[in-house]
Nanobody, 120 residues
Framework: QVQLVESGGGLVQTGGSLRLSCAAS????????MGWDRQAPGKQRELVAV???????MYADSVKGRFTISRDNAKNTVYLQMNNLKPEDTAVYYC??????????????WGQGTQVTVSS
């Protein structure tokens, strides 16, 4: 099983930057992809960015060109660099990891979430 701990959220003004971190532990060797989702008040959770074990990435259209996802495999940590933040980026951001267990079953794990608030 994979445990995820996020950090780096906070309050920032429009146009500012934040970097989120997510450290994985437990069966981190079995992770095949990591990413970030977010959920704003009254809205559905949405995918923000994903990075697969091979290094390829995917972003939501709303964050392309502003957010960058990266991964330090040695530290089992994934980062989300968020630049040019907008009020509509305000949400709780959740780290997630997809791994494969000993029975080759796919397992999704989630962090506890970290609040990002962008003031106008």
């Amino acid at each position: 099983q994979v445990q995820l701990v996020e950090s780096g959220g906070g309050l920032v003004q429009t146009g500012g930057s934040l970097r989120l971190s997510c450290a994985a532990s437990g069966s981190a060797f079995s992770i095949i992809a990591m990413g970030w989702d977010r959920q704003a008040p009254g809205k559905q959770r949405e995918l923000v960015a994903v990075i697969r074990s091979g290094g390829d990435t995917m972003y939501a259209d709303s964050v392309k060109g502003r957010f960058t996802i990266s991964r330090d495999n040695a530290k089992n940590t994934v980062y989300l660099q968020m630049n040019n933040l907008k009020p509509e980026d305000t949400a709780v951001y959740y780290c997630n990891a997809r791994s494969v267990d000993s029975h080759d079953a796919v397992v999704d794990s989630w962090g506890q979430g970290t609040q990002v608030t962008v003031s106008s």
